[in-house]
């Protein structure tokens, strides 16, 4: 069973335009949701963090919305960026308990110039 | 200069035969993990150490043992490779266990034919 679920699976949006990544999760004891960043051939890279005591997180053009109560989250970026194009991973830990965290599969995303 | 230091970056191996794979983290992180990340799977928790003492494991197969000879070192040696094995391991570090703001490595793609 797939604990944490993102989609679409790819998403391809003008520059310029709004991306909107969406994230769900299953586990109840999740309280601690980080997104990452990955480049081809790099590692994965954190973006911007939520804790499930917020409903919202910014930082720049990046947003998360958290829904605590449908277990679900996005992430929106605005004005994206052709060196936006990357694979964005939703991940999903119990902050103070359990250290490991459990991603999702990713959604590829290409910025159109 | 990069904070995770993985090597090798490449690596092609025979079934049956055994690597060992390097992570040197120079953050003065005291807590070092492993994934793994397969095609068209999420990425996969397998190990955390905190303080070079194990904390977790996921991984059923005794085929994978971390080793940790320094407080920024977390290697991993696999044995008896498989065909299954092939898969890109990312090694990362965080300030301390509870901490689930990782910094990972650009991993070590292994390869077994």
């Known amino acids: 069973q797939q604990q944490v679920r993102q989609s679409p699976q790819s998403l391809t949006v003008w520059e310029g335009e709004t991306a909107i990544l969406n994230c769900s999760y299953e586990?109840?004891?999740?309280?601690?949701f980080p997104w990452y960043q990955q480049f081809p051939g790099e590692g994965p890279a954190l973006l911007i963090s939520?804790?499930?005591?917020?409903d919202k997180k910014e930082d720049g053009r990046f947003t998360i919305f958290f829904n605590k109560r449908e277990k679900k989250l996005s992430l929106h970026i605005t004005d994206s960026q052709p060196g936006d194009s990357a694979t964005y991973f939703c991940?999903?830990?119990?902050?103070?308990?359990?250290?490991?965290?459990?991603f999702g599969k990713g959604t590829q995303l290409i910025i159109q110039p | 200069d990069p904070k995770i230091i993985q090597k090798p970056k490449y690596l092609v191996a025979v079934t049956g035969s055994e690597k060992i794979l390097i992570c040197e983290q120079y953050?003065?992180?005291?807590?070092m993990y492993w994934y793994r990340q397969s095609a068209k799977k999420p990425l996969e928790f397998m190990f955390s150490?905190?303080?070079?003492?194990?904390?977790d494991n996921q991984t059923a197969s005794s085929r994978f043992q971390p080793q940790s000879s320094k407080k920024n070192h977390l290697d991993l040696q696999i044995t008896a490779l498989k065909p299954d094995d092939s898969a890109t391991y990312f090694c990362?570090?965080?300030?301390?266990?509870?901490?689930?703001?990782?910094?990972f490595g650009s991993g070590t793609r292994l390869l077994v034919i």
């Open positions: 953050l003065g992180h005291n807590a």
């Open positions: 586990d109840s004891t999740f309280n601690y």
């Open positions: 939520i804790s499930s005591v917020s």
């Open positions: 150490y905190s303080y070079q003492k194990l904390m």
């Open positions: 990362a570090s965080s300030q301390e266990q509870a901490n689930s703001d990782y910094t």
């Open positions: 991940a999903a830990s119990e902050a103070g308990g359990a250290d490991r965290l459990t």
